[in-house]
Nanobody
Framework: QVQLVESGGGLVQPGGSLGLSCAASGNIGRINAMGWYRQAPGKERELVAVAGESGRKNVADTAKGRFTVSRDTSKNTVSLQMAHLKPEDTAIYYC??????????????WGQGTQVTVSS
């Protein structure tokens, strides 16, 4: 029903920066929140940063001060600007969107993921 497509992943040196983008398409309806999660090998998928309603944001402690999440509600997009990247940031980054499926229920969707590798 809803498709999420990420872009912007790649290889970057420690201390560098990288920007990710995600666009939602399909039967979108009203999006409650959009954001980013990541999963490193052998690790659980974890929240990076999400943008909800009324400008509310939730950013992981490991990302605070380095990552910025920005949501454009009119374009159904969300971006993640990452700076001062560390090798520990290496992971597959997934776009997530929570949409109103009905008048009273929410449903989550995931993108296919984009690889971010921080290495010298």
């Amino acid at each position: 029903q809803v498709q999420l497509v990420e872009s912007g992943g790649g290889l970057v040196q420690p201390g560098g920066s990288l920007g990710l983008s995600c666009a939602a398409s399909g039967n979108i309806g009203r999006i409650n929140a959009m954001g980013w999660y990541r999963q490193a090998p052998g690790k659980e998928r974890e929240l990076v940063a999400v943008a909800g309603e009324s400008g509310r944001k939730n950013v992981a402690d490991t990302a605070k001060g380095r990552f910025t999440v920005s949501r454009d509600t009119s374009k159904n997009t969300v971006s993640l600007q990452m700076a001062h990247l560390k090798p520990e940031d290496t992971a597959i980054y997934y776009c997530n969107a929570v949409v109103w499926a009905t008048e009273a229920s929410l449903k989550g969707y995931w993108g296919q993921g984009t690889q971010v590798t921080v290495s010298s």
